[in-house]
């Protein structure tokens, strides 16, 4: 009997190092679990978690991508079994670097979360679903196949339904059922695609996919239903990062989660859909020898080209373009700090998908490339802000009873630390200097600017102009003037504030020291792009190599 051909990667620390975040929250999870009736271990066991899932993702960052000798890919094989027949975990530049932002952002939710909960609700499983949640968006960022993406979405998407209607009132139902409902559906149409991939192709491993579609004729495939396959998936995309038109479900469920949940599906599930459609559209199918003529609408071009990826561009600049206006004129209307924050989450995602179908549009490769790291940048402020943003919600809810803004005002007097973060956090949505937001915004107009696309660059200025105008409502009508009973009678907790102020201080940092940060935005991006380079780590065992294989056997 043939030997088993063990092409795995090499074992070595980047590799374990790969699987170590999946792990930590897992026990995490299962240890809170464990201690459901002693809330202040179950607490204890939660920080903990959070503080080592910081550590591991610290030193993936460190070792695999951004150390002088690091080899800036890893791969993990379970079971030793070789891609594509196996599960792989591939940890690179860009899923190092959306791993960095769910840590910065999960800890501080977690140590706010302890704050806000009322005893009955530590006893509740608030904390082991956090994890869960947490165990999903990781494992979405590190999974090498399309199956397993689809997978761990499903996992992220159950806990967070709960979270919706964890309140349990008739608008939280109504904006769980809702929520639940758009997301079935979308999970229905993500196993469709997926299903239609492997039907077109063999293969679900995204190296083995990338690979095949390459040379399509060498494998004997017909890749003309990949445009449209690849199409479902990203709608399924889309909906998760809330881009227009399915951008219904936010504003509901955004209002009806606990806002240090909130701050989470902003700050980081939604990053898995923008992940999800820059990995698919460059890693995997950014090679694909497909042809594509389309014109864009509004803008006079006609994009075409060799590969599918024209396609999710043009796309992506009408859903882009349509959610910044969307939310941009959604938000300045809004009567609740809340409401206006998720009309925003919906218009600034629309920042972050404009490079990205820049980059998948044009020719030049230095234009993609700085297009990607563009994205990456702002969708790392936009965590940072709005996450901060949320979690003040949820601090001014607790001290006043209300988030209303009829209902507040003169905070700013009452307490000027909360006041001083909450403002850093509207500038860094605005792109005011020397802030993470300003490098962002100034990215995203200097790809726009390169691509001499000037329609989108009217686009931009609208949408900045929109920005500038909601989080000047928000600010004058919360902070601003004479205090109101609500603010004059609050009790504001300090390590709530704490939290907020050592976020403040994240954006501040990423401006400050900038460099290293586009260092590693830069790394993330390279990564993206390098198809060969993630085919080359993973290195899927062609199915000759294993003809007279029998299931199970190992080496």
Same mark, same amino acid.
């Given at each position: 009997?043939?030997?088993?051909?063990?092409?795995?990667?090499?074992?070595?620390?980047?590799?374990?190092?790969?699987?170590?975040?999946?792990?930590?929250?897992?026990?995490?999870?299962?240890?809170?679990?464990?201690?459901?009736?002693?809330?202040?271990?179950?607490?204890?066991?939660?920080?903990?978690?959070?503080?080592?899932?910081?550590?591991?993702?610290? *030193?993936?960052?460190?070792?695999?991508?951004?150390?002088?000798? *690091?080899?800036?890919?890893?791969?993990?094989?379970?079971?030793?079994?070789?891609?594509?027949?196996?599960?792989?975990?591939?940890?690179?530049?860009?899923?190092?670097?959306?791993?960095?932002?769910?840590?910065?952002?999960?800890?501080?939710?977690?140590?706010?979360?302890?704050?806000?909960?009322?005893?009955?609700?530590?006893?509740?499983?608030?904390?082991?679903?956090?994890?869960?949640?947490?165990?999903?968006?990781?494992?979405?960022?590190?999974? %090498?196949?399309?199956? #397993?993406?689809?997978?761990?979405?499903?996992?992220?998407?159950?806990?967070?339904?709960?979270?919706?209607?964890?309140?349990?009132?008739?608008?939280?139902?109504?904006?769980?059922?809702?929520?639940?409902?758009? #997301?079935?559906?979308?999970?229905?149409?993500?196993?469709?695609?997926?299903?239609?991939?492997?039907?077109?192709?063999?293969?679900?491993?995204?190296?083995?996919?990338?690979?095949?579609?390459?040379?399509?004729?060498?494998?004997?495939?017909?890749?003309?239903?990949?445009?449209?396959?690849?199409?479902?998936?990203?709608?399924?995309?889309?909906?998760?990062?809330?881009?227009?038109?399915?951008?219904?479900?936010?504003?509901?469920?955004?209002?009806?989660?606990?806002?240090?949940?909130?701050?989470?599906?902003?700050?980081?599930?939604?990053?898995?859909?923008?992940?999800?459609?820059?990995?698919? !559209?460059?890693?995997?199918?950014?090679?694909?020898?497909?042809?594509?003529?389309?014109?864009?609408?509004?803008?006079?071009?006609?994009?075409?080209?060799?590969?599918?990826?024209?396609?999710?561009?043009?796309?992506?600049?009408?859903?882009?373009?349509?959610?910044?206006?969307?939310?941009?004129?959604?938000?300045?209307?809004?009567?609740?700090?809340?409401?206006?924050?998720?009309? !925003? +989450?919906?218009?600034?995602?629309?920042?972050?998908?404009?490079?990205?179908?820049?980059?998948?549009?044009?020719?030049?490769?230095?234009?993609?490339?700085?297009?990607?790291?563009?994205?990456?940048?702002?969708?790392? #402020?936009?965590?940072?802000?709005?996450?901060?943003?949320?979690?003040?919600?949820?601090?001014?809810?607790?001290?006043?009873?209300?988030?209303?803004?009829?209902?507040?005002?003169?905070?700013? @007097?009452?307490?000027?630390?909360?006041?001083?973060?909450?403002?850093?956090?509207?500038?860094?949505?605005?792109?005011?200097?020397?802030? +993470?937001?300003?490098?962002?915004?100034?990215?995203?107009?200097?790809?726009?600017?390169?691509?001499?696309?000037?329609?989108?660059? @009217?686009?931009?200025?609208?949408? +900045?102009?929109?920005?500038?105008?909601? *989080?000047?409502?928000?600010?004058?009508? !919360?902070?601003?003037?004479?205090?109101?009973?609500?603010?004059?009678?609050?009790?504001?907790?300090?390590?709530?504030?704490?939290?907020?102020?050592?976020?403040?201080?994240?954006?501040?940092?990423?401006?400050?020291?900038?460099?290293?940060?586009?260092?590693?935005?830069?790394?993330?991006?390279?990564?993206?792009?390098?198809?060969?380079?993630?085919?080359?780590?993973?290195?899927?065992?062609?199915?000759?190599?294993?003809?007279?294989?029998?299931? %199970?056997?190992?080496?």
């Amino acid at each position: 009997m043939m030997e088993l051909p063990l092409a795995a990667p090499p074992i070595g620390t980047e590799s374990q190092l790969v699987i170590a975040p999946i792990l930590v929250v897992l026990v995490a999870g299962v240890g809170s679990l464990l201690f459901g009736r002693w809330p202040r271990a179950r607490i204890g066991v939660s920080l903990a978690g959070g503080a080592a899932y910081a550590v591991v993702v610290a *030193a993936i960052d460190w070792y695999v991508v951004l150390a002088p000798d *690091a080899p800036g890919i890893a791969t993990y094989q379970l079971g030793d079994w070789p891609a594509p027949f196996g599960i792989t975990l591939v940890a690179d530049g860009l899923s190092a670097f959306m791993l960095t932002m769910v840590a910065i952002l999960g800890i501080a939710s977690l140590v706010f979360s302890t704050r806000v909960l009322p005893e009955i609700d530590r006893r509740s499983y608030y904390f082991p679903l956090f994890h869960f949640l947490a165990l999903g968006v990781t494992g979405a960022f590190l999974t %090498g196949d399309l199956f #397993n993406l689809f997978v761990w979405f499903e996992v992220m998407l159950m806990a967070s339904y709960v979270f919706v209607a964890y309140y349990g009132g008739p608008q939280h139902t109504r904006a769980a059922f809702w929520y639940v409902a758009l #997301n079935l559906l979308a999970s229905a149409v993500f196993l469709l695609g997926v299903g239609g991939i492997y039907a077109t192709t063999g293969t679900l491993n995204m190296a083995d996919l990338a690979r095949r579609l390459a040379e399509p004729a060498a494998y004997g495939i017909d890749p003309g239903p990949v445009v449209g396959l690849l199409a479902l998936l990203l709608s399924v995309f889309a909906i998760k990062a809330g881009l227009v038109p399915f951008q219904f479900w936010i504003p509901t469920a955004y209002r009806a989660a606990p806002p240090q949940i909130s701050a989470l599906l902003a700050g980081a599930t939604k990053k898995v859909g923008i992940y999800a459609i820059i990995r698919l !559209s460059f890693t995997v199918f950014g090679d694909a020898q497909v042809g594509v003529d389309l014109a864009l609408p509004g803008l006079g071009t006609v994009v075409a080209g060799n590969s599918p990826t024209a396609f999710v561009g043009a796309a992506l600049f009408v859903m882009a373009a349509a959610s910044i206006l969307v939310g941009g004129i959604g938000a300045v209307g809004r009567e609740s700090i809340e409401g206006v924050l998720a009309y !925003s +989450s919906i218009g600034q995602v629309g920042f972050i998908a404009i490079p990205v179908a820049i980059a998948a549009t044009t020719g030049s490769a230095e234009l993609r490339h700085l297009a990607i790291v563009a994205a990456l940048v702002y969708a790392l #402020n936009h965590t940072l802000a709005k996450g901060l943003l949320f979690l003040a919600v949820g601090a001014i809810r607790s001290s006043t009873g209300t988030s209303r803004l009829a209902d507040l005002g003169g905070l700013a @007097g009452r307490s000027p630390p909360m006041a001083i973060a909450f403002f850093v956090g509207s500038l860094a949505l605005v792109g005011i200097p020397p802030l +993470s937001g300003f490098f962002g915004k100034f990215l995203v107009f200097d790809a726009a600017a390169r691509a001499e696309l000037i329609p989108v660059l @009217g686009l931009l200025l609208v949408g +900045s102009l929109l920005t500038i105008a909601y *989080a000047t409502r928000m600010w004058n009508r !919360s902070f601003w003037g004479a205090r109101t009973p609500a603010v004059e009678n609050a009790a504001v907790d300090s390590v709530q504030v704490g939290v907020l102020i050592a976020l403040a201080a994240a954006i501040v940092g990423v401006g400050i020291g900038f460099e290293l940060v586009y260092e590693f935005a830069d790394a993330a991006a390279t990564a993206a792009l390098d198809a060969d380079g993630y085919v080359d780590a993973v290195d899927p065992t062609d199915p000759e190599e294993i003809e007279g294989l029998e299931g %199970g056997e190992h080496e």
